[in-house]
């Protein structure tokens, strides 16, 4: 090989062995699947299913919260509830919305785990309970 070659002829010129290509293919991946894996967002099977269940456990406790607070603001005596509510110490409340029955939906079985922290702290984030406005129905004729 000569030494006044230039660059351009050397690369051209150049054969690297089967165990060179081997190891870099090796390394191409590996590092394919770390960059992939950290910053790309891949995950593995097992990941994205429980990724599924607590999503889904999730949105059942953000439905049941939201209909615990629609049935608190429905009953008669929301407004006394809510001044109870708010004296109730916070670490208490999801005992006291449990025991009110605002988290027992008709056809639910199993509880929310988690519903009855919400609703408690979408309740105690309220300062007044809101004003309803019933329009009259409607009639055909």
């Known amino acids: 090989m000569e030494d006044n070659q230039s660059l351009s ?3 051209d010129n150049y ?3 089967k165990t060179l290509w081997f190891w870099s293919l090796v390394g191409a991946a590996v590092l394919t699947m770390i960059v992939g894996f950290t910053a790309g967002g891949w995950t593995t099977g097992g990941t ?3 990724m599924a269940q607590t999503s889904a456990r999730d949105a059942r406790a953000e439905l049941v919260a939201n209909l615990c607070v629609e049935k608190f603001i429905s009953a008669a ?3 006394q509830n ?6 109730t110490s916070s670490y208490q409340r999801d005992s006291f919305v449990t025991d009110g029955g605002w988290t027992n939906l008709a056809g639910m079985k199993n509880k929310a785990p988690g519903a009855a922290d919400l609703c408690a702290d979408k309740l105690a984030a309220m300062d007044a309970i809101p004003a309803r406005t019933v329009s009259p129905a409607q009639t055909s004729g």
């Not at 809510?82 to 004296?87: D, Q, S, V």
Request: hydrophobic letters at 35%.
């Open 9 to 11: 002829q050397r690369w």
């Open 15 to 17: 054969q690297p062995s």
């Open 48 to 50: 994205a299913t429980q």
């Open 77 to 79: 005596d929301a407004s």
């Open 82 to 87: 809510l001044a109870k509510l708010k004296e």
